[in-house]
């Protein structure tokens, strides 16, 4: 349980930096100072960056907090059985998170330059690696891409389909499903529901 026990101290220490920039915010904003030539507060925005700042502070925490939900799961047989496959299939599953990572890459940059000034979705490089995300799980508009070039667009959606939906999407799943079964085989005996301690 060290790992654990450090990660409740860091939490704990997230926590009071948390409140400290609450307090800082509450602070900016209660000395806010007028001006009435310009009718204008002409600090508000050094009130609203600490502002910004503790929001975001709250949402790491937060996250932290539900991160902090693993110890339990991994009290649970039939959660254990989940995280020790992802634990199994961490080293490929690495590799595949860097192929698709790249492949990313290649189309977004191969859509701007080909259809970023005719399809909003691939307008700049950022939205266009986004979209190719967004695509492999709500699919892309082939009529959109027909039309922005009747060669290079249908070229383009065979190759995104091909590579990202059947073949690399195909891999994660199965790496997983072999992993999982891995799993299962050195867990052969069975695994009896248990539920986690209260000293968790």
């Keep these: 349980h060290q790992p654990w026990d450090m990660f409740d101290v860091v939490l704990s220490c997230c926590f009071l930096l948390l409140v400290a920039l609450r307090i800082q915010a509450a602070v900016a904003f209660a000395s806010l100072n007028f001006d009435p030539t310009l009718r204008m507060y ?16 709250t949402a790491w925490v937060a ?13 649970l047989s039939w959660a254990r059985v989940i995280l020790d496959t992802l634990i199994h299939a961490m080293l490929p599953l690495g590799g595949l998170c860097l192929t698709l990572l790249l492949s990313l890459l290649a189309f977004a ?23 190719c995300f967004r695509f492999i799980f709500t699919g892309m508009r082939y009529e959109e891409l027909r039309v922005a070039g ?11 389909k091909l590579w990202m939906v059947l073949i690399v999407v195909r891999f994660f799943v199965a790496v997983i499903l072999d992993s999982y079964r891995q799993v299962m085989q050195e867990n052969r005996g069975g695994l009896a ?7 968790a």
């Design 42 to 57: 002409y600090n508000f925005a050094h009130a609203v960056y600490w502002a910004d700042v503790a929001e975001g502070a």
């Design 63 to 75: 996250m932290c907090v539900w991160a902090r939900c693993v110890k339990f799961l991994h009290e």
């Design 109 to 131: 940059h191969t859509g701007l330059v080909a259809f970023g000034s005719q399809i909003h979705d691939l307008r700049s490089f950022s939205v266009s690696l986004a979209s």
């Design 150 to 160: 009747d060669v290079l667009g249908p070229v383009y959606y065979i190759a995104f």
């Design 193 to 199: 529901l248990t539920f986690p301690p209260l000293s």
